[in-house]
Nanobody, 126 residues
């Protein structure tokens, strides 16, 4: 069982930056694929970014490519999402997710993940 706790959300003006953190329990964190998803009011949850446990390879949704960066610190059991040049359309609840097992695949669908955090609100004002 893995527990995930997100932090770092808040209110920021358009063009600003935030860094989200997701702290995980469990000594096997280093082999998990970690992902960030978001859900805006009235919309379905959507993929944002993912990082593999095997080689820390990353992939991003087109909407955030070049603005967001996902990273991980296995020693701290933590994954980060650095968000720059934020736009009002980035406003959403952001969720951290974990998928067990070593893999070289990229997982971008929420049903592929095994564990979820409770979410953290990000609001970008115009």
């Amino acid at each position: 069982q893995v527990q995930l706790v997100e932090s770092g959300g808040g209110l920021v003006q358009a063009g600003g930056s935030l860094r989200l953190s997701c702290a995980a329990s469990g000594r096997t964190f280093s082999i998990y694929t970690m992902g960030w998803f978001r859900q805006a009011p009235g919309k379905e949850r959507e993929f944002v970014a993912t990082i593999r446990g095997t080689d820390s390879g990353t992939t991003y949704a087109d909407s955030v490519k070049g603005r967001f960066a996902i990273s991980r610190d296995n020693a701290k059991y933590t994954v980060y999402l650095q968000m720059n040049s934020l736009k009002p359309e980035d406003t959403a609840v952001y969720y951290c997710a974990a998928k067990g097992g070593l893999t070289f695949a990229y997982y971008t669908r929420d049903y592929e993940y095994d564990y979820w955090g409770q979410g953290t609100q990000v609001t970008v004002s115009s």
